[in-house]
Nanobody
Framework: QLQLVESGGGLVQPGGSLRLSCAAS????????VAWFRQAPGKEREGVSC??????????YYADSVKGRFTISRDDPKNTWYLQMDNLKSEDTGTYYC?????????????????????WGQGTQVTVAS
């Protein structure tokens, strides 16, 4: 069974950067889209980014709130995907989760992406504060 482990979170000042990693064990991810979600205190989990499988057309999606600041990437030989977060803001604070789609694409909206996420990690905490 697939297991996911997030890492790379921490405390950073506004304007700083963090790189999150999701390490997967189990079956190959070559046919799976993968995603990052986050959840701030008192809020629902929200989609951050998703990237289609490496054997697809390479579609990438970002939430409007992170466009231009975050970059998702994947390294299938290492069974790992990443979220590079630059120019962090206080509103980026939350627990970040990686998830695998049991399909090759990301879907038409974040709700659908969440529904098709068949595996989730335990999360890594990101705190942006001065």
């Amino acid at each position: 069974q697939l297991q996911l482990v997030e890492s790379g979170g921490g405390l950073v000042q506004p304007g700083g950067s963090l790189r999150l990693s999701c390490a997967a064990s189990g079956n190959s991810l070559e046919y799976n889209a993968v995603a990052w979600f986050r959840q701030a205190p008192g809020k629902e989990r929200e989609g951050v980014s998703c990237i289609s499988s490496s054997r697809s057309q390479g579609w990438i999606y970002y939430a409007d709130s992170v466009k231009g600041r975050f970059t998702i990437s994947r390294d299938d030989p290492k069974n790992t995907w990443y979220l590079q977060m630059d120019n962090l803001k206080s509103e980026d604070t939350g627990t970040y989760y990686c998830g695998r789609q049991h399909r090759s694409f990301c879907g038409s909206n974040w709700s659908e992406t969440a529904r098709y996420s068949d595996s989730w990690g335990q999360g890594t905490q990101v705190t942006v504060a001065s």
